[in-house]
């Protein structure tokens, strides 16, 4: 089983990754600041934030100044995931996207001081790039065809 994953570049105060995985009827949502990574040497940090309406896997755009997460919002990735393992502290997927591809797994740091603090590894397959390097999305082109909006209300 599995379903749609989406990856956001987000232009916020400070330029991070919403990697969305579309479960339980929702996305759930890790921000990664230094984005997501093909070589599987590269450990990245994935902030669990909280659940999106799955709408939101197709929103681009700017939010506006003075609204939470004010920034440009594009999509950097998005395809379909296989779930192969899923608990309480661990998802372990197959990504199918235009750029992450293979195997990952999110794993909860048991030492993390808010519970909410995971990795995001990329599996060790033939998908693993050594000199993979992140490309930002969000170009001159891109942020002129951008409109200023507000994204679909978050789940509650």
């Known amino acids: 089983m599995g379903g749609r994953f989406v990856v956001h570049e987000h232009h916020a105060s400070r330029l991070h990754f919403d990697f969305r995985l579309e479960l339980d009827g929702v996305l759930k949502s890790w921000a990664i600041p230094k984005g997501p990574s093909m070589n599987y040497k590269e450990k990245r940090l994935a902030v669990m934030v909280e659940d999106h309406p799955l709408e939101y896997a197709d929103f681009e755009g700017i939010i506006p100044e003075g609204s939470y997460g004010a920034g440009p919002v594009v999509i950097w ?79 509650s």
């Open 77 to 155: 990735d998005e395809g379909t995931f296989d779930l192969i393992e899923r608990t309480e502290d661990k998802i372990s997927f197959v990504l199918h996207g235009k750029k992450l591809k293979g195997g990952f797994t999110l794993t909860r740091l048991k030492k993390g001081k808010k519970g909410n603090e995971w990795l995001l590894i990329k599996k060790k397959d033939e998908y693993n790039d050594p000199s993979w390097k992140l490309e930002l999305a969000l170009t001159p082109e891109k942020r002129a065809q951008l409109k200023e909006r507000v994204p679909p209300c978050r789940a």
